[in-house]
């Protein structure tokens, strides 16, 4: 059985994440999405909340399990006997920070191997701040998201207005 983590903010899930969520599920016999929990990153969404709505936009796949790690991804990856990092790659900046961590993971753990999976075009520019600061200025993200995620963005932002 092919264990794969999928780690990220997820602050908050966007249409990418799910696409890179979906593909991996296909390829590996059970997906762990990691949400970092991490409070330096200073996320709009609290980790529960990110944790909820992961879990709700990801119930209809089968073979995918939301969970959580603090510290380094290494240390999870080999206590929980996890086979394969993935991770969504958009463009050449994403390229080049993923390769210095690759190559750290693997000198910190010999036997983990970190697998990229190309991005969909539709959502090669999309990132979740990108997505937070559109909406900040009044912008439709309909399209970059999920409904419930929208929603929940709705819910924050007249919390914090
Ligand atoms: P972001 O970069 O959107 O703030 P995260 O830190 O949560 O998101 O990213 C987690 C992983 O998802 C990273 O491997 C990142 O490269 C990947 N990712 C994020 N958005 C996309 C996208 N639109 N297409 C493919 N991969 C993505």
Do not use: W
């Not at 990691?34 to 409070?39: A, E, F, Q, Y």
């Amino acid at each position: 059985m092919t264990v794969a983590v999928y780690p990220g903010s997820f602050d908050p899930v966007t249409n990418g994440h799910l696409d890179i969520i979906e593909r991996s599920a296909k390829l590996f016999d059970k997906v762990i999405v990691g949400v970092l929990n991490n409070s330096s990153k200073n996320p709009i969404f609290s980790f529960d909340e990110r944790v909820e709505m992961l879990t709700e936009v990801t119930a209809h796949i089968g073979n995918v399990e939301i969970s959580s790690f603090e510290g380094l991804l290494v240390d999870y990856v080999e206590s929980n006997n996890i086979d394969v990092i993935v991770k969504g790659l958009r463009a050449i900046s994403d390229f080049e920070i993923e390769f210095q961590m690759a190559l750290m993971n693997r000198k910190l753990s010999s036997e983990v191997e970190t697998m990229f999976l190309m991005t969909s075009q539709e959502y090669s520019y999309l990132s979740s701040s990108l997505v937070k600061e559109v909406f900040r200025h009044g912008g439709e993200i309909c399209e970059f998201v999920p409904n419930l995620v929208l929603n929940r963005m709705k819910e924050k932002y007249m919390e914090v207005l």
